[in-house]
């Protein structure tokens, strides 16, 4: 069954954001959602990249030679038939006003004809990757986009989706990073300055036509919008006052390393197979690292690697899993919210799976999470429950030093059409200048 345009936009009215509050896993399987989200509880290790390379965001030049590589593993260690479509979306991820034929060229749709049977590992799956556009598969507009996979030729059977960004290079734009002003902010905060240009593309009136949108470290939960020019030039606009684009500097990300299940590398305490032979690994007891001095060292901004360095070929399908246990002191419940494991190995979320639980004996939160091996980056986040965002300075600080990953997303909407292009995106680092 196809969805139609109105079908996409009911569904989008109901979709909740990934921060609005915590979330059932795999709920309302066949409600599409606008954001990444996994659909099954047989799927995991879903990433969508540029293909070079693993750690690369979702973001590719429009009518450029790059492709994106879509992949994930199936538990289930069967063949499927899986298969992938697309939507065009708004600069606030909703489904656009566009038929498929309007964005697209080519097939709407393509087949998962790339997998592999896991091998020399445990846990048994199937290892499912595309490479997209491709020669029979275009995109004509910039902007947001929303890829599907769903099942057995049914658009409702949903397996997953993932977000991703075509790009185009309309308008420029200058950006940096400095400590907030104010009160205690300029210790904890850093601010973004920038300006766009627009000497060669004509911005009708960026007040009402234009949407900026800034991630830190990739990550869409806590995106700042509506953001408004300060000062207006004829050909450059410039962005330095508003609150909004002030962030919490936060910390450096948390890690650990699983690429071999034989091997107890710095952050791992203990590993031991179950009965039926499954890896656990117990992490060494974190810290609360709230009023602790802020120390730089070389995260990957919350991502993953997956690797196995126990095999010397292909880890996408010689990885293993394991059973991946964390563990915070807190010497008392918190009876108004609740602490969470976050990062990309969460698909950025709150939910409960990565929901932590107070051990009463150890006098402190736990969460064991199912992952494959590799290099992994998290942090904790305390969710109140009457709040919408998770706060992470009650266990990591926040430092107006710390190293973040900034991007800036120019959209416009032209006069006459009904569509955001994406003109511009500006990836800059908190302290690499």
């Excluded at 959209?411 to 690499?432: C, E, M, P, W």
């Amino acid at each position: 069954m196809f969805f139609t345009k109105n079908t996409i936009t009911l569904l989008a009215l109901v979709c909740l954001s990934s921060f609005t509050k915590a979330q059932d896993d795999y709920a309302d399987d066949n409600q599409l959602r606008y954001e990444d989200w996994i659909y099954k509880a047989n799927i995991k290790t879903a990433q969508l990249h540029e293909s070079s390379f693993e750690a690369n965001p979702a973001v590719l030049k429009f009518n450029s030679t790059q492709q994106l590589e879509l992949s994930f593993d199936d538990l289930d260690a069967d063949k499927k038939m899986y298969s992938i479509s697309f939507v065009h979306c708004s600069a606030d991820w909703e489904p656009s006003n566009l038929m498929v034929s309007e964005y697209m060229n080519g097939f709407f749709d393509a087949n998962f004809l790339n997998f592999t049977y896991s091998a020399n590992t445990i846990q048994k799956y199937t290892h499912y990757s595309i490479l997209f556009p491709q020669a029979n598969v275009q995109f004509t507009k910039s902007g947001n986009y929303i890829a599907y996979v769903y099942r057995d030729s049914d658009k409702e059977n949903l397996i997953l989706t993932k977000r991703f960004m075509l790009y185009e290079d309309k308008v420029t734009v200058l950006a940096t990073t400095r400590q907030a002003i104010g009160n205690d902010e300029q210790y904890e905060k850093q601010h973004i300055d920038f300006s766009v240009i627009n000497s060669a593309y004509e911005l009708t009136n960026p007040f009402t036509d234009m949407k900026v949108v800034i991630t830190q470290n990739g990550r869409w939960d806590n995106a700042v919008r509506d953001i408004k020019p300060t000062f207006t030039e004829p050909k450059q606009l410039t962005y330095s006052l508003d609150d909004k684009s002030t962030f919490s500097g936060g910390n450096e990300f948390r890690y650990f390393d699983t690429r071999s299940l034989r091997t107890y590398t710095e952050r791992i305490g203990d590993i031991h197979r179950d009965s039926a032979s499954i890896y656990h690994v117990d992490l060494k007891i974190d810290e609360l690292r709230t009023f602790k001095q802020y120390t730089y060292y070389h995260d990957l901004d919350g991502g993953y690697l997956i690797k196995n360095a126990d095999m010397a070929t292909n880890a996408d399908n010689e990885a293993d899993y394991s059973y991946v246990k964390f563990f915070l002191p807190y010497d008392n419940a918190q009876g108004s919210g609740n602490f969470y494991v976050l990062g990309k190995l969460t698909e950025w979320r709150l939910n409960k799976t990565n929901r932590m639980t107070y051990n009463y004996k150890r006098l402190g939160y736990e969460c064991t999470l199912y992952i494959k091996q590799g290099y992994y980056n998290y942090t904790y986040v305390y969710l109140k429950d009457d709040k919408k965002g998770g706060d992470d300075t009650m266990t990591e600080g926040s430092h107006w030093e710390t190293e973040n990953e900034y991007t800036i997303y120019i959209y416009h909407r032209q006069r006459g059409t009904y569509y955001d292009q994406l003109v511009a995106v500006k990836r800059f680092n908190s302290i690499i200048k």
